[in-house]
């Protein structure tokens, strides 16, 4: 009897961990993994974000793509908590840390302020790590 109540808390346990580990992976209904998002939308918006920390725009046209760069990543925030993406309290906390630290990357962005805009960076990058310590695969 004993036994096979560890073996049934055992199996309770690997169930609750194999679903925390499907939901950072991939969400419920979206065919989209995670891996995907940060590919394909985080990286390159973040990578244009940062070379953007190194040397200032010089125009118009430049502070415009990095408001798109940072609007994306605005928005990813969003998409990383829906769709039951998000397992516990270290991504929540990350996502929202990542949706303010790019929201204060739009504000810089708007007003052309080129150390707010490294401030915010570094902020949202925070966020990143947040995350990825918590929950990227080593």
Not at 15 to 26: D, E, M, P, S
Not at 113 to 134: I, Y
């Amino acid at each position: 009897m004993l036994k096979k109540t560890i073996l049934l808390i055992v199996a309770g346990i690997l169930v609750t961990a194999g679903i925390a580990l499907a939901q950072v992976k991939q969400g419920k209904t979206r065919p989209a993994r995670t891996s995907h998002l940060m590919k394909g939308a985080i990286k390159p918006n973040c990578d244009a974000l940062k070379k953007a920390t190194e040397v200032a725009p010089v125009d118009e046209k430049a502070w415009k793509t990095l408001a798109a760069n940072a609007g994306v990543v605005n928005e990813i925030g969003y998409v990383l908590m829906e769709d039951g993406r998000c397992p516990d309290d270290k991504w929540a906390n990350a996502s929202k840390a990542m949706q303010s630290g790019s929201a204060d990357l739009l504000t810089a962005i708007a007003a052309k302020d080129h150390a707010a805009l490294k401030t915010a960076f570094g902020k949202t990058m925070q966020s990143c790590k947040a995350c990825h310590d918590a929950h990227k695969e080593k």
